[in-house]
């Protein structure tokens, strides 16, 4: 069994910062990617940025330079530092990590239950 378990959502004036975490746990063989996506209110859900198992990343073109994306290989988390929010940042943040429980599986994906961000202007 696998779960992610992510923390540090919350109210943040607009110009504030702040930092998520997504620990993963359980049958845990490796974890090829974590990555965080956002889905506001009335909006569809969008990816904000993703880590690879080799450390490559990505982000979505409303975040660049204002977020960073980060893990912990040994710890089995992930982390997303927010700065500079904007209240059209405001959203449920999902962390997502695809993940194989042995040598023979492939991977498949794993989502948290989401945490809420609120930037107040």
């Known amino acids: 069994q696998v779960q992610l378990v992510e923390s540090g959502g919350g109210l943040v004036q607009a110009g504030g910062s702040l930092r998520l975490s997504c620990a993963a746990s359980g049958s845990i063989f490796s974890v090829h990617v974590m990555a965080w996506y956002r889905q506001a209110p009335g909006k569809q859900r969008e990816l904000v940025a993703a880590i690879t198992s080799g450390g490559s990343t990505n982000y979505a073109d409303s975040v660049k330079g204002r977020f960073t994306i980060s893990r912990d290989i040994a710890k089995n988390t992930v982390y997303l530092q927010m700065s500079s929010l904007k209240p059209e940042d405001t959203a449920v943040y999902y962390c997502?990590?695809?993940?194989?429980?042995?040598?023979?599986?492939?991977?498949?994906?794993?989502w948290g239950k989401g945490t809420l961000v609120t930037v107040s202007s």
């Open positions: 997502c990590a695809r993940i194989s429980v042995n040598r023979y599986d492939s991977g498949m994906d794993y």
